[in-house]
């Protein structure tokens, strides 16, 4: 009987485990070809146009515009999302709290999807959000199969909590000289370095360091290993207590340098308002290398 009850005992403390483990940033295709049927798995494809959703999509899967989650809105581009109405959109994806989402991008859509990443995390959903690394293509490319099949589901009871992973402006000039915090620019070093983009303003936010996000896949928008990875880190932020708060235009490209940060664990943030906001605000400070400046 008690080798019975030690036996019970391990058994479901390995369940509870197994339930309360933190879910994987990056998932493989072979990971999801395994776990694709597991009952709180929900394969979620991100689109700007439904109509490429609908030409072919992992069994299951169910389409996600991002629009729903990251609104323009007169006061800027893709903004957080009323709580009420993401609680609604995501709960009619048959996501509930307790659900492991796999998020999964199509061709270059990688940047929509991976704000919808940091939208996730944003809604209380840190640890429980996985991102398909080189998404549908690579699903094809490992030789699994697509579908035209619209998928039957259930709406289920989702509500969402806020994790403050997103910032806004007064955030980052209380942070500018912190010993604590790291603001890291996520464009092209050229506009890093003053190249002119349209805005207000042209450089950086004064202090702010560059890690471009561009480096941060491969030409098939596979995330790098993580050695690669964190050689961009580094001479940013040597040690990984130090809380990393990510901008670029418009709050969508620095999505895939917070998903990095995370992958090498970093506190990471982003500021959504980024330069579209802040190079409009002229009390607020930027700056250019002296080589660009007048």
Known sequence: MKAILTTFLALTGLAFHSFSQEAPILVSPQWLYDH??????????????????????IAGARYLWPGWLAPDSPEGAMNEPDLTKASEIIGALGISNTSHVILCHMRNEVLPTARM?????????????????????????????????IPLYKVAKFKAKINPVIVDRHYVLNHLNSDS????????????NG?????????????AKNIPYTEMMDAANVF????????????????KSKELVTYC?????ASVVYMAGRILGYPMKLYDGSLQEWSRIKELPMEMPVEHKP
């Open 36 to 57: 694709q049927k597991d009952a709180n798995v929900v394969i979620v494809q991100v689109n700007f146009m439904k109509i490429d959703y609908v030409e072919e999509h």
């Open 249 to 253: 235009f418009i709050g969508q490209t």
């Open 181 to 192: 915090v790291t603001i890291v620019d996520a464009r092209m070093a050229r506009f890093y």
């Open 195 to 207: 190249e002119t983009t349209g805005n207000p303003r042209d450089g950086h936010i004064a202090g």
């Open 117 to 149: 990443f940091l939208t996730f995390e944003y809604l209380g959903m840190k640890g429980k959000v996985s991102f398909l690394n080189g998404g549908l293509e690579a699903w094809k490319k490992a030789g699994y199969a697509v579908t035209k099949e």
């Open 224 to 239: 790098r290993p993580n050695d690669q990875l964190q050689a961009y880190f580094t001479p940013v932020a040597d040690t």
